[in-house]
């Protein structure tokens, strides 16, 4: 009977108590299949486990590093990494209508793969073990996420320019994908945002929802000009008026909400929906700041992403945790606003929650999914360990991964990618930044 165990590790996982963790040193975690069937540090337990699993078990010597769960990371448009660096220090919409929607129109389907397999084996190097992404040429994106063994909730986008055919084309991407790669896979809808698409368009989306039970992953109120912008076309507010249309009836990711009225507030806590902060686009955009410790002060549900190596312009959600943590704190005053457990929970416990993957993802624990990453805390910007979760929030970085584990499968060790080439994935892209080069 074959199975894994990692050993002689400090083990760390939040709880869905706030101030409660799973702590371990030298501790164990033991999985059969994809599962997570022992955790802790009894050694005769340590014993059995080795003697149920024989000679089939692979044993991991993880001395010196942390076991902790792996990141997920709610709101990405990760084959954007082909445009990485290339618009810079402008304001979202001539960003977008001057720099990337006339870059994105040459994308053929095999740049949109070659993009993929980048920012997925950037994501894989730096512990994100799930990621949910908006994009076209979903397929793509896909299959580059099973070849990977990474975690996606694939959200194939739309918006009122290219809506002829969406509904076929998604009964498709369901039909083909949802519940792919023993469940890693998952297939939303992805009305852009509430100013790309008429709301005719959303409401009809919306009867995918309702047929497959899936969710939504839509931008929503991202910048003022938005806001102003639907308030005078359709005499409401972006997040009054997704309430209205019925998107929030399903599971909704909202990312951004930079620009919420307090009656949204309500209407997002009271609708259950998430929002996705992404701090670090949102200050390279100048887009705003999201009131995410008034968010938070309600009850509403929120987590975190990187957006697009386009506006960020990386994937480390380390470096996403830290700048997201340090803004709330400036822009509120208050040095309390986002404390590092909290910034914890975001990433891991409450974006699980967001996918429909509570208790599953996100948790070391007996029973959940073995999404699992090794830190090495044998680092000078990881000394002295007076908190540990302090540390992990202010001072790690993506480069301390060593470890990384999803569905109980090893996709990086020691640093180094198991399941995608990087240099192979380099010359790739290369050629397609050539081709694109052409095709101007």
Not at 172 to 197: F, N, S
Not at 382 to 388: E, F, K, M
Request: glycine residues 8%; charged residues 20%; negative net charge.
């Amino acid at each position: 009977m074959s199975g894994l165990l990692i050993k002689n590790c400090r083990i760390f996982s939040l709880t869905e108590r706030t101030g409660e963790t799973i702590s371990y040193k030298n501790g164990a975690v033991g999985i059969a299949g994809n599962r997570i069937v022992y955790v802790g540090n009894d050694p005769d337990a340590i014993v059995r486990f080795e003697r149920e699993h024989g000679t089939g078990l692979e044993v991991l010597d993880a001395h010196g590093m942390l076991l902790m769960p792996g990141l997920i990371n709610l709101h990405n448009h990760v084959a954007m990494t082909l445009m990485r660096g290339y618009a810079n220090d402008m304001e979202l919409q001539s960003w977008l209508t001057e720099k990337i929607w006339p870059f994105e129109a040459k994308l053929l389907p095999e740049d949109v793969s070659r993009g993929a397999a980048l920012g997925i084996a950037e994501m894989l190097l730096g512990g994100t073990t799930t990621f949910a992404d908006m994009y076209w040429h979903t397929d793509q994106i896909i299959e580059q996420a099973i070849r990977s063994g990474v975690r996606m909730v694939a959200c194939p986008a739309f918006t009122e320019h290219v809506f002829d055919g969406y509904l076929d084309r998604m009964e498709q991407m369901v039909g083909r994908y949802h519940g792919a790669a023993a469940g890693r896979i998952a297939v939303w809808i992805a009305p852009h945002a509430p100013y790309t698409c008429r709301p005719e368009q959303i409401r009809e989306s919306l009867s995918l929802c309702r047929k497959y039970d899936i969710g939504v992953h839509i931008h929503l109120s991202e910048t003022a000009s938005e806001v102003k912008t639907v308030q005078e076309h359709y005499g409401q507010t972006p997040i009054r008026l997704m309430q209205e249309l019925g998107v929030f009836d399903y599971r909704t990711l909202a990312a951004h909400c930079v620009y919420p009225t307090d009656e949204e507030l309500e209407i997002l806590r009271n609708d259950h929906v998430t929002v996705v902060y992404n701090p670090q686009s949102n200050m390279k955009l100048a887009s705003g700041i999201a009131p995410i410790s008034r968010m938070l002060a309600k009850g509403i549900n929120v987590c975190m992403g990187t957006d697009g190596p386009s506006s960020n312009n990386d994937l480390d959600m380390w470096d996403e945790m830290r700048t997201g943590a340090l803004l709330q704190k400036v822009s509120t005053g208050d040095p309390r606003s986002l404390p590092a457990e909290t910034v914890l929970r975001m990433v891991t416990i409450d974006a699980a929650k967001a996918i429909g993957h509570a208790g599953e993802l996100g948790v070391v624990a007996e029973g959940a999914l073995a999404d699992l990453i090794l830190i090495d805390l044998d680092q000078p910007h990881l000394t002295p360990d007076y908190d540990l979760m302090s540390n992990l929030v202010y001072c790690a970085r993506g480069a301390d991964v060593d470890t990384v584990l999803i569905d109980g499968q090893v996709v990086v060790r020691a640093k180094r990618l198991v399941t995608l080439d990087f240099e192979t994935i380099k010359q790739e892209v290369d050629q397609s930044l050539q081709n694109l080069t052409q095709r101007a």
